[in-house]
């Protein structure tokens, strides 16, 4: 059985106004910071021209990265149907982007998230935040947004070593 070989995974936080992105990678249990930041549309421009610029962020970050997985948060249900719908939305070119690329985009919940960084699916964001940069020392986390996809990456690393261990028979003790 060979070593494990190094695999780059890109998070995506989803937002109109500004994606999160941040991409690590993971060998073995081992993980390590790659970069972080936002993708930014301007919002005195119309939807689909918003959307085009997030999009046209994401193919170049997918471009100049090539990462080999990519995970997505799972919106939560808000108050505004408006401003869900508009989420929605931009979370299908989170969705998209990396899809058109050939990556496998995997999901996950807040809670979920939280669970995988923290322990708890109650934490609050700067107790992610936190534990991010302990998991991950060298990350600038220069904006929320960075910081959760950050998380969401490390939750992908975790899932994903838990599904490798069973895919090859592993059984705990």
């Given amino acids: 059985m060979g ?9 995506l936080d989803p937002g109109l106004r500004h994606t999160g992105w941040g991409m690590v990678e993971s060998h073995g249990s081992r993980l390590r910071h790659l970069g972080d930041g936002v993708i930014s549309s301007d919002d005195s421009l119309s939807l689909a021209e918003r959307l085009m610029q997030l ?45 058109l690329f050939g990556i496998p985009v ?17 934490a609050a964001k700067e107790q992610v935040a936190d534990m991010v940069r302990r998991l991950l020392p060298g990350a600038r986390l220069a904006r929320a947004d960075a910081s959760d996809a950050l998380a969401i990456a490390i939750c992908h690393t975790h899932h994903r070593a838990t599904r490798l261990a069973l895919a090859k028979g592993y059984v705990p003790a």
């Fill in 55 to 99: 999009h046209q962020g994401l193919a170049k970050l997918l471009a100049e990265w090539q990462p080999d997985e990519a995970a997505v948060e799972h919106t939560y249900v808000n108050r505004n149907p408006a401003a869900a719908l508009k989420l929605g939305q931009a979370r299908g070119i989170a969705l998209l982007a990396p899809a």
């Fill in 3 to 11: 070593a494990p070989v190094p695999t780059r995974i890109l998070g």
């Fill in 106 to 122: 995997a999901e996950y919940q807040a809670m979920e998230v939280k669970r995988a960084v923290v322990g708890t699916g109650a």
